[in-house]
């Protein structure tokens, strides 16, 4: 890798990366986890659940350690370890776990003891020091045709559950109530969602690593809200955001000493600096100064805005 | 039994429970106050950050400590300035600790490649702790600095606990609702930094959060349920490193965490079961409406 | 007094809902019972009462998702529960937050195909719902915002943004739990006048949980007043009247009528009955 001189010649530059099979299913995994993430990402963001997409991407480095300490592969133990907590996080707090003070201090409590089984089992198994930083942080060397194989089935099925249940999914995250009256079986889909969340989150954390993926699956959406609030543009810009992400980081980390973490994490957060600036900005503009105090939905009082 | 009694011949025990005693005062004290105002993110978003402070150190081959107390401390007024009245967004924070996340594992790699020597055991050491190591020095600091933590807190903690149930009401009556927004979070910075040295960046959350919220299911007066916040996170310092004593091959940052774990989970089944023995006492028809709480 | 109801009318209004000596428990404590009410098509009725009194309860019972202790509910004949498709619903809230990206227009979308599970196809449906939605923002007058984000509009104006999802499936019934609360007087005004020209217009029956019948009295036919002695239904002209909203209350109140014929209710008090209320301040 040492060797590797990044040209003027893009065209030349990426025929030689991709001349590496590596790169080839770093690649392939990459776009395919950057499309999934942004999706499912996009409605994480709408459904303020940023703080549980946080805790089951924490949740997944005790399942890849401890699957690594049985010998299970890391992927396997992201799956289940996610899907598990989402389910669990489901019963317990349902929608609302993360809003308020005690609910997210069980949150905060079970990722903390599940970073904490974690480090137990790197530390059982002893020969296992440097794969950790792997763990945490991701890697994408090493990613086999098997793994984008995985990958690739389980995207087409949340892609296709994301699309029959869109609608409704839409209106119980939006106004829960009102969805329910309509007809909208809201518990069922919170669940669902919960469950769609944590197979993305596996997904992601088997290319950045369980503390990164934060950057991946709320960045690219969080970077799409600002700019449209029209859905379909939204989920479309997510998805255009997040390819851009992965593909310019996996470029760069190829042609530089710097690990996958950093690239991915600030152009994901430039980009979102960017256009959360260029928002207020334009907000700024479009109204006069005047201030007035919101109660915004989570109850707390006293969260200011401009008003139109 | 014997093992307890030499327990603390050892040195190496007696600083660890030096520093892990008001290390703990310091993070139950700070919990509390973070759940009461729904900023638990905030503290999460602060410990991973220490992780990058510390590199940040390491690579530019200055103490450790340094990077964690100047960059917790940095971001924590930064996150004031940015949020809404010291109450920040969470996407931006989620955001910004991710990024700043990626920062350490650039400084993690730049360190490693420098010293060009077997480092992933410092990377462990600063994610995860190691209390069993501090020395006598670090101990007596942290201690000192933890201390200092706790009376602050005890000054600013009325007005503090007022402006976080009702910061409208307190802003009126005269209380600095954005002077006291900022301090507290420098007092979170500060704490975070010291509980890194424990339990590691990446656990400092479970032993903010798990006494808190084991606190406030208990008793319902914050005037009561923060100094036991501050009790049940050493409780729970003192069982871990006992437990991590007599039990070598757990680590001592995960004894502390399932302590404290244990102690939220015990919690939460008192407080249901009372719940429940209080519904069964009350005949229907009569006017009392039993406190529910939560979903 | 003997002549049938129906050829005084010419045409009896259909009762879309009925409530027949309902009572409903809440943790073990009655909060109303024996309310009997009956509400026809295109009829504006008003359910008021100070705080804690079950307003809200009263409106959860008739969409079916509050039981009864006692008594019946029928809603177009039917169950509650399986009426709910013909009923337009708003729940009591407060504002959207301001971080809340998704368009006025998006949201009454959702009302109309929210419920829908799939992907949307182009063609003639989809048609269909872009000009349900056009009339729909036409009809509360939303035209000027509907494309803004949610979370950047006043309250006024995210009030009839909601009006208009709800009304999105042309229901038959159209139940509001406070839609006035935390507007301003104007804003009030015209969405009580909003909503009673679109019951009378569309023949949708409108059931509104009010704090303050002041804003909406011009446009009552009907008050359902709920109190902790008991509760009183009937014509506004009957129910807003001085002896009784006094009993009701155990405080005075009075009613007065401006010569230009509009009500006034003074003195009903804002806290919940029963409690101690210490003024603040001056």
Known sequence: MDDVRFSVDLVADVVQMWSQPFMVNAFRAGTIVAVLSALTGWLVVLRRQTFVAHTLSAVGFPGAAGATLLGAGALTGYFGFCLAAAVVIALLGGRGAGRHGHESALVGTVQGFLLACGFLFVALYKGFLNGTSALLFGSFLGITGGQVTVLAVLAVLVLALLAVAGRPLLFASTDAETARVAGVPVRALDLGFLLVLGATVAAVASITGALLVFALLVLPAATAHRITARPARGLALSVLFGLVAVWSALTATYYSPYPLGFWLTSIAFAGFVTAAGGRAGLDRRHRGGRLVTVFPRDGLPGSRRTAP | ?295 | MTADPAAHFGRLPATVIEVRDAAVELGGRRVWHDVRVDVAAGEFAAILGPNGVGKSTLLKAMLGLQPLAAGQIRVLATSPARARRAIGYLPQRRSFDASTRIRGVDLIRLGVDGHRWGLPLPGRPARQRKQRIAELVELVGAGRYAHRPVGTLSGGEQQRILIAQALARRPRILLLDEPLDSLDLPNQAAIAALVGRIGRDQGVAVVMVAHDVNPIVAHLDRVVYLGPAGSVVGAPEQVLDSASLTALYGTPVEVLRTAGGRTVVVGVPDSPVGHDHQPVGG
């Not at chain 2, 007024?77 to 650039?106: C, E, Q, S, T, Y």
């Not at chain 2, 462990?124 to 706790?150: D, M, Q």
């Not at chain 2, 009325?158 to 420098?186: K, M, Q, Y």
């Open chain 2, 1 to 295: 039994m014997s093992a307890l009694a030499t327990m603390f011949s050892h040195a190496y025990l007696r600083e660890a429970f030096l520093a892990g005693t008001f290390v703990a005062l310091a993070a139950g004290l700070v919990g509390y106050l973070l759940v009461l105002r729904a900023q638990v993110f905030t503290a999460d978003a602060l410990s991973h950050v220490s992780f990058t402070g510390a590199f940040a150190a390491l690579a530019l081959g200055l103490d450790l400590r340094v990077g964690l107390f100047a960059t917790t401390v940095l971001v924590g007024l930064g996150m004031a300035a940015a949020g809404r009245r010291a109450k920040p967004d969470d996407v931006v924070i989620g955001g910004a600790f991710a990024w700043v996340l990626g920062l350490g594992v650039l400084l993690l790699t730049l360190y490693t490649t420098r010293r060009s020597a077997g480092n992933g055991a410092a990377s462990v050491t600063v994610l995860f702790g190691s209390v069993f190591g501090i020395g006598h020095g670090r101990a007596v600091a942290a201690a000192a600095i933890g201390l200092g933590v706790c009376l602050l807190l005890a000054i600013v903690a009325r007005p503090l606990i007022f402006a976080s149930l009702d910061e409208t009401v307190a802003a009126v009556r005269g209380v600095p609702v954005r002077l006291l927004g900022f301090g507290f979070l420098a007092l979170t910075a500060v704490a975070a930094a010291e509980a890194t040295q424990v339990v590691g960046s990446l656990l400092i959350l479970g032993l903010v959060a798990a006494p808190a919220g084991a606190a406030a299911r208990l008793v319902g007066n914050p005037y009561r349920a923060l100094p036991l916040s501050g009790a049940l996170a050493v409780l729970s310092v003192w069982a871990g490193l006992t437990i991590a004593y007599l039990v070598p091959v757990l680590p001592p940052s995960f004894a502390i965490l399932a302590v404290a774990t244990g102690l939220l989970v015990a919690a939460l089944l008192t407080g249901r079961l009372r719940r429940r023995s209080r519904r069964r006492s009350l005949a229907p028809g009569t006017d009392r409406v039993p406190a529910v709480r939560g979903g």
